[in-house]
T-cell receptor, first 112, second 114 residues
Framework: QKEVEQNSGPLSVPEGAIASLNCTYS??????FFWYRQYSGKSPELIMFIYSNGDKEDGRFTAQLNKASQYVSLLIRDSQPSDSATYLC????????????FGSGTQLTVLP | DGGITQSPKYLFRKEGQNVTLSCEQNLNHDAMYWYRQDPGQGLRLIYY???????QKGDIAEGYSVSREKKESFPLTVTSAQKNPTAFYLCATDSEGLLNQPQHFGDGTRLSIL
């Protein structure tokens, strides 16, 4: 069973702080990694994806991938109340071109 | 306006009834997917299709059926065999596989039992 684990939270950070969201995965051969944001009652929307070791930055968001440690994280700088949502980590396992495995999500609350 | 359209937004099923959820896309994407999300949980794959007239079971296909007669459309039927259908159903598409490109989602259909 290929698994993706996230701390369910809730994670609370003050406005303007850095929020750090973490995800670990069991399949060492996993290929691509995605972060989605999901507001309550809405569908997931893509924040970032990464497939090489290291950091990838897009505005206030940075994705970090460490394949040796089987760990992917999402950092949100200058957190805003509008960032309050559930963040889903999704992983493309080895041997698959189409079947993502999703974590159960981390609920983030940014306090004004 | 390009995108993925799911309908209806809310759906209610009576005992023993089959219901069909619609997913239409005008993105010219080859692959389409159906996921189920239960409260506080991640997404679980029901079925996916990479080309017209072909589809594969995902992790939780029992009690569901699909068809892919047109590239633009991938309807999901929740049959009476699915004993716990209450969930949020999400349709997604992608164009080149997931090695280098992400999936994008429709707005979802929320299904409840009457």
């Amino acid at each position: 069973q290929k698994e993706v684990e996230q701390n369910s939270g809730p994670l609370s950070v003050p406005e303007g702080a850095i929020a750090s969201l973490n995800c670990t995965y069991s399949d060492r051969g996993s290929q691509s990694f995605f972060w989605y944001r999901q507001y309550s009652g809405k569908s997931p929307e893509l924040i970032m994806f990464i497939y090489s070791n290291g950091d990838k930055e897009d505005g206030r968001f940075t994705a970090q991938l460490n394949k040796a440690s089987q760990y992917v994280s999402l950092l949100i700088r200058d957190s805003q109340p509008s960032d309050s949502a559930t963040y889903l980590c999704a992983v493309l396992p080895s041997g698959s071109a189409r079947q993502l495995t999703f974590g159960s999500g981390t609920q983030l609350t940014v306090l004004p | 306006d390009g995108g993925i359209t799911q309908s209806p937004k809310y759906l209610f099923r009576k005992e023993g009834q089959n219901v069909t959820l619609s997913c239409e896309q005008n993105l010219n994407h080859d692959a389409m997917y159906w996921y189920r999300q239960d409260p506080g949980q991640g997404l679980r794959l029901i079925y996916y299709s990479q080309i017209v007239n072909d589809f594969q079971k995902g992790d939780i296909a029992e009690g569901y059926s699909v068809s892919r007669e047109k590239k633009e459309s991938f309807p999901l039927t929740v049959t009476s065999a699915q004993k716990n259908p209450t969930a949020f159903y999400l349709c997604a598409t992608d164009s080149e596989g997931l090695l280098n490109q992400p999936q994008h989602f429709g707005d979802g259909t929320r299904l409840s039992i009457l």
